[in-house]
């Protein structure tokens, strides 16, 4: 089996944790997931299984989507309401329309600090792992793009944000970053994804609905095809002879597939997708294949 099982990761579960349900669930070792998601945060959590976990490296689109709810007046330790309390403020002196003002500045591309309850590595070890031993120790800000930061509730104490970004962007830093920018401090209380490198919630199956499915030997019927990952490159598609050649490792020559473009592409071959190329020297270059089922 190949393909992605786009999960709607369920509270509590470590991403890593729904990584080893399913290992049981379909007894399969070969799985790997795209975008980390923290025990608290439910949502789109992308599975690739098979040889589909070749693709995790090299996802064309990293768009995320977030509804997150915030609580003002608090700065914790991991940035989120699960954490310790290290300051408190008060609060409701601030209107919707003082936070609408700090989110618009914070919009674009930005350097973002990674939380020290974050699993970015600094020396080969993770930030969390440090963070637990009480270490506290210096971390790069990392670049980072947010595409739009929408207030869509907000009491003067607790809010909800509607959050579209690239991949790599801390939510709940996001947050922590507004309640400073407001100064009294805000920490992020859930989270749930709604979209993630291409996939939303509608493209979701719950652990227990997989569950089932496997149950009744139909857990296929869930796997969406690899490709789907790859839509938003230019497709080339190749006839039998040079399916044939392509398979074999042999470039083809772009003007003989009938490529003008510069970027890299998805190729297909007459029986279906065959993996990711890039132009190179009037060649077409392959990048990653995804056929044989290796």
């Known amino acids: 089996m190949n393909g ?3 999960i709607d990761k369920p509270q509590g579960f ?6 080893g349900k399913l290992r049981g669930i379909l007894h399969m070792r070969r799985l790997g997931h795209a975008g980390t998601l ?4 439910t949502g789109v959590l992308p599975v690739f299984v098979g040889c589909a ?9 990293d768009r995320k989507a977030y509804t997150a709810q915030f609580q003002l007046g608090m700065v914790t330790d991991t940035q989120d309401s699960t954490g310790t309390v290290l300051q408190t403020h008060p609060t409701g002196q601030h209107t919707a329309a003082d936070v609408v003002q700090i989110l618009e500045n914070m919009t674009g591309e930005t350097e973002q600090i990674p939380p020290m ?5 600094v020396n080969g070890k993770r930030l969390y792992e440090l963070a637990r031993e009480g270490k506290t120790v210096e971390r790069k800000a990392r670049r980072v793009r947010i595409d739009a930061l929408t207030l869509r509730t907000f009491d003067g104490v607790q809010g909800t944000l509607e959050i579209r970004c690239g991949s790599g962007t801390y939510v709940r830093t996001v947050i922590h970053d507004m309640g400073q920018a407001l100064g009294c401090g805000a920490v992020m209380t859930g989270l749930r994804r ?18 089932q499915l496997a149950a009744e030997n139909a857990v296929e019927t869930a796997v969406i095809p690899t490709e789907t990952a790859f839509a938003c490159l230019p497709a080339v598609h190749l006839d039998a002879e040079q399916t044939r050649l392509y398979r074999n490792g042999v470039r083809l020559g772009l003007s003989q597939v009938g490529y003008t473009g510069a970027e890299r592409c998805a190729v ?3 029986a279906g997708f065959l ?3 890039v132009p190179a020297e009037g060649k077409l270059r392959m990048e990653r294949n995804f056929f044989g089922g290796d």
């Not at 470590?14 to 990584?19: A, G, H, K, M, N």
């Not at 309850?117 to 590595?121: D, G, I, R």
């Not at 979209?195 to 652990?207: A, I, K, P, Y």
């Open 194 to 211: 709604t979209v993630s490198n291409g996939f939303g919630l509608d493209m979701c199956r719950t652990l227990e609905e997989v569950q």
């Open 14 to 19: 470590t991403s890593f944790d729904v990584i």
């Open 53 to 61: 976990t070749k693709a995790c490296g090299i996802l064309p689109d």
């Open 117 to 121: 309850y974050s699993a970015v590595q």
């Open 4 to 6: 992605i099982l786009c």
């Open 268 to 270: 297909f071959g007459t």
């Open 38 to 41: 923290d025990p608290m945060a």
């Open 275 to 277: 993996g990711t190329a």
